[in-house]
């Protein structure tokens, strides 16, 4: 075997860099390295496996067409690393970069700088990501330079058959000995390339209608938003790709408004992610260090009521109840579930972004964390905004039906009551106040930041992560 194409979260078959150029030689094992560790690391969780696995299946099923398959080691980077000296010593490895956790990036590191030093592995860019002397002046040209470039075709096809030896394990044999929850994780999307063209296309042509305002509603998000980013987040179709398709469907649609709308956030999801890339550290310290003193103590009951969707707050609680059922929810309603936890519950955002991470399908470590900082006014150069439950109840679902058909033990009582939360023994009891929580954070938060200190290290953090794009940016 000449080449290995190793993948992590690239589970598909055009404009993939690292299978493209690692199959020419037409002689390569595809690999996916199955670490239980990580499955089980910072904001990892089975809803996401479940997900990768339908992506993996799919993939599989279109690599035996191309005489090649999906082999799965189990183990971590170290161990496929001895693997691989003592039985492939002349295999060139090839891989696609990844901006992910920290168990992730430290276990891969070493296997990658091992290899580099025996020149015998390839990285190559996906997303469009600097990867090498990031540089936030020259990041949107070479953002969109990445995207520009012509799409990678399919892999070349192997011509020799592989003989599957363990430790690696072909994948159907793979999934029939992995113990997993089954349906109790599984979101209510499905993984894989077919999946994700089929949802791209309908967007493009007809689910884009409104886009731009249907988004904020939790309602009539989850058929007019592209529900593309579980599909972007573990690769089963490119983000260049789907750059490029819009890109031609904005010269002929008549949702340009929409599209355009939709093309900004493949923007920052690039933006957001780089962030965590220039600065590892970002998972677990604020962007703005001196936020880490803001919130000291942690009170787990709270945490706990949060997370379950037990809070008291109807419009709040289905909105969790529905992320814990399915995996997704816009994302307004994610800025107004994280900014109740950080202003309104003030507990420190390290312990509950990982717990939130677990029940999105589509958790992509670069955005979630950094969102995650920005709903708790932590970054130092995003101003403080802290969103009222009550409000959105009201804008986002006015007649109440949504939050009725989310928690059906409330369906008879007056609209006016669930908007305000004035249920008294028919629900769980409100366990603060939002008004004078809000009030307190507000004043703490808008406290920390008229310190000259913070201000001139909000400087510095705006110069290594800020857009240039013109913004309101206030130290």
Known sequence: MKDIVLIHRNARMLDNPALFHGSKNQDYGVIFLYDQNYWQANGKSEIQLNFLLDCLEDFDGKLKEKNSQVCVFSGNHFDL???????????????????????????????????????????????????????????????????????????????????????????????????????????FQSGGSDQAYSLLDSFLKERCA????????????????????????????????????????????????????????????????????TEPELEFCSMHPMSDELRRDVNSELIERWILGETGFPFLDACIQYLRKGGWINFRMRAMIMSFASYNLWQPWQKTSPLLAELFVDYEPGIHICQVQMQSGVTGINLP?????????????????????????????????????????????????????????????WASRSNIEFKKIAKEVYLKHGSRKKQNVRF
């Open 81 to 187: 690393q001895k693997w691989i000296e003592i039985h492939f010593p002349e295999t060139i490895i090839h891989v696609n970069h990844s901006t992910d956790i920290g168990y992730f990036r430290n276990d891969f590191n070493n296997f990658r700088d091992f290899f580099l030093k025996k020149e015998k592995i390839k990285l190559y860019s996906d997303f469009g990501i600097q990867v090498q002397a990031p540089n936030r002046d020259k990041w949107a040209r070479d953002w969109e330079d990445q995207m520009s470039k012509p799409l990678l075709k399919e892999p070349y096809a192997n011509q020799n058959i592989k003989k599957i030896d363990k430790p690696l394990e072909p994948l159907n044999l793979f999934l029939k000995d992995l113990q997993l929850s089954d349906k109790k994780y599984s979101s």
């Open 210 to 277: 409104g886009y731009s305002f249907k988004m904020s509603s939790p309602h009539e998000a989850e058929h007019s938003c592209s529900r593309l980013s579980p599909h972007i987040a573990f690769g089963s179709v490119s983000l260049r790709e789907i750059y490029q398709k819009l890109l031609a469907e904005l010269e002929i649609t008549g949702y340009k408004k929409d599209l355009y709308s939709f093309k900004k956030r493949l923007y920052w999801h690039c933006h957001f992610i780089q962030k965590l890339e």
């Open 385 to 445: 905004r802290i969103y009222s439950v009550l409000k959105q109840s009201k804008d986002q679902d006015p007649n109440a039906d949504w939050i009725k058909a989310q928690i059906p033990k409330i369906s008879n009582i007056c609209t006016d009551k669930i908007h305000n939360a004035e249920l008294r023994d028919l629900y769980f009891e409100k366990i603060v106040d939002p008004a004078l929580t809000a009030k307190k954070a507000r004043e703490t938060i």
